[in-house]
């Protein structure tokens, strides 16, 4: 089903304002378009996105009932014109449909934009500027996923605050209350997912999946970092004279000490006997095998026997792949080769091991947590609230704590970023490391002797 939303442009010029179109026929399929109609800017209701018509009989009711009837036809227009539309149809389509609608004469006489609209140039719309930037700079698939959700979140707010906001117009104060809507977007819905009335024409433009949960200080972070790197695209690229970023302070993520599996805790994981629950089984053996590598599990689900060279793990991490390109290496450890042996020759899969999704994984990663008895209580940064929480280690176990569990017991041996990270992909000097340099209580103690 089709939907036209109508906004104006925050530029007026001697009262009137272009009027725009949000115009949405599927999923897939939404545009903001120039209707190169003018409208009066203090006869334009935006809550109901139409003109406010004075019930009087005057020369201004009868323009205004005139410019709202033309408004109307060019959304029925539209509407109707979406029916027989090509598979190909995008912007520029749309944009010839209207101009072709004009010329026709569907519509009575009506002040329209002409392409040389006079005024500074603001440049390109920001979402084709980010489609763009996703098309031209981003491979990996993961990131890509990751731009076009942040390149979603700024084409709600820009629908929330009823304004153009083209590339070169974005402040510092745009960034600021683009932060704030990320960080109420959630209330837009009730407690049962159900979004309010004055919020659906948002998500009928751009839907969402599933309503967004409250969002915390490090997940803003990662979305207003991913706008800043295209903003810095942009301006390499001649796009952009200068970022808003730059007089914009961003503040960065905030982490509580990693917590991760002592070398006792894997044992008892390892040689608990599941066999009660053999699919678990399995899965455990895929996690202590990560926990041997420490690889993050996108690259870790990617292995193949392929990646097996001279008794060593041999890939190129997918985060680093487009920086650096270097090729990690983690010898396999004897346990690390049991596992793969194991399952070498159960089935003729093409990956290393029998891998089930991320998702699944997670879970059973807690449930053989819980089974095993390892219920150590640890200390944890609710990253939304930014206050410490109490919680036994197995229920908030994940796939990335493999990845700690393999620094963080090899950092208690030896403290040496650049050999770990020879590992374990990370960038060269990544601040990453300065987490695992927590003091362990056994240090702790002999000094304090000297209170004694």
Known sequence: MSTTNFSISKKANNGLCELKVRFSYDREHSYRLRTYILVPQAAWNASKGKLVIPRMHTGEHKHLSQLQTQIDDLSNYLKAESLVAPASADKNYWDKKIQEFHKKGTLAAAPLFTHQASGPDMGEDVIDAFKAFINEKVTHNKTKAQMEVTMRDIERYILYVKRELRLKEWTST?????????????????????????????????????????????????????????????????????????????????????????????????????????????????????????????????????????????????????????????????????????????????????????????????????????????????????????????????????????????YDEVQDPSLISSMTGHKPGSRAFERYRAVHDDIKKPILQIFN
């Open 174 to 410: 745009d960034l600021a209350d683009f932060k704030h809507f990320l960080e109420i977007e959630h209330t837009f819905f009730d407690k049962n997912g159900k979004c309010k009335r004055k919020y659906q024409y948002l998500y009928s433009a751009s839907p969402l999946p599933w309503p967004p949960k409250a969002r915390g200080g490090n997940t803003i972070f990662g979305i207003m970092k991913r706008f800043r790197t295209m903003l810095n695209w942009c301006v390499k690229t001649g796009r952009l004279d200068k970022s808003p970023f730059r007089t914009f302070q961003l503040q960065g993520c905030v982490y509580g000490t990693p917590f991760y599996l002592t070398i006792d805790e894997l044992n008892t994981l390892y040689h608990f006997d599941f066999s009660q629950r053999p699919k678990l089984a399995i899965q455990r053996d895929i996690f202590v095998l990560q926990s041997n590598l420490g690889m993050r599990v996108g690259d870790f689900f990617n292995l193949t026997a392929a990646n097996i060279v001279n008794d060593a793990i041999e890939y190129i991490p997918g985060k680093t792949l487009h920086d650096t390109g270097e090729v990690v290496r983690v010898p396999l450890t004897e346990r690390a080769k049991e596992i793969i042996n194991r399952y070498s020759t159960t089935s003729s899969r093409l990956s290393l091991m029998p891998f089930i999704c991320e998702q699944k994984y997670n879970k059973a990663i807690k449930e053989m947590l819980k089974l095993a008895g390892i219920n150590r209580v640890v200390t944890t940064l609710n990253p939304r609230t930014r206050l410490d929480e109490k919680h036994p280690i197995w229920e908030i176990a994940s796939s990335h704590m493999a990845r700690r569990n393999f620094i963080g017991n090899l």
